[in-house]
Nanobody, 122 residues
Framework: EVQLVESGGDWVQPGGSLRLSCVASGFTFGSYNMSWVRQAPGRGPEWVSAINDGGSKTYYQDSVKGRFTISRDNAENTLYLQMNSLKPEDTAVYSC???????????????WGQGTRVTVSS
């Protein structure tokens, strides 16, 4: 069965750091583009970052550029999100997901994990 299991979420003070992990199983991880999506309390899902299947290209929302780093280890079927200089507005449940870009340029998400909760507060 396909599984994406996130971990690493925790409570942290503003300015702190966390490293999230997403371990994949049940599919060929190295053949899929991966992304991190978050959902804050009372808000809808927000795309955070993405990385292509080979790890050669990365993308970030402007709000996290310079603070977050996405990476992957295909040999270990694992996706990472290093989060530094965390802000209260980063508080959310963070989920990893596969995605594909259709011929017409539409991003379609596929498999999703259950999410890991990040709380940034003093």
């Amino acid at each position: 069965e396909v599984q994406l299991v996130e971990s690493g979420g925790d409570w942290v003070q503003p300015g702190g750091s966390l490293r999230l992990s997403c371990v994949a199983s049940g599919f060929t991880f190295g053949s899929y583009n991966m992304s991190w999506v978050r959902q804050a309390p009372g808000r809808g899902p927000e795309w955070v970052s993405a990385i292509n299947d080979g790890g050669s290209k990365t993308y970030y929302q402007d709000s996290v550029k310079g603070r977050f780093t996405i990476s992957r280890d295909n040999a270990e079927n694992t996706l990472y999100l290093q989060m530094n200089s965390l802000k209260p507005e980063d508080t959310a449940v963070y989920s990893c997901a596969t995605y594909e870009v259709t011929a017409s340029g539409i991003v379609e998400y596929g498999y999703w994990g259950q999410g890991t909760r990040v709380t940034v507060s003093s």
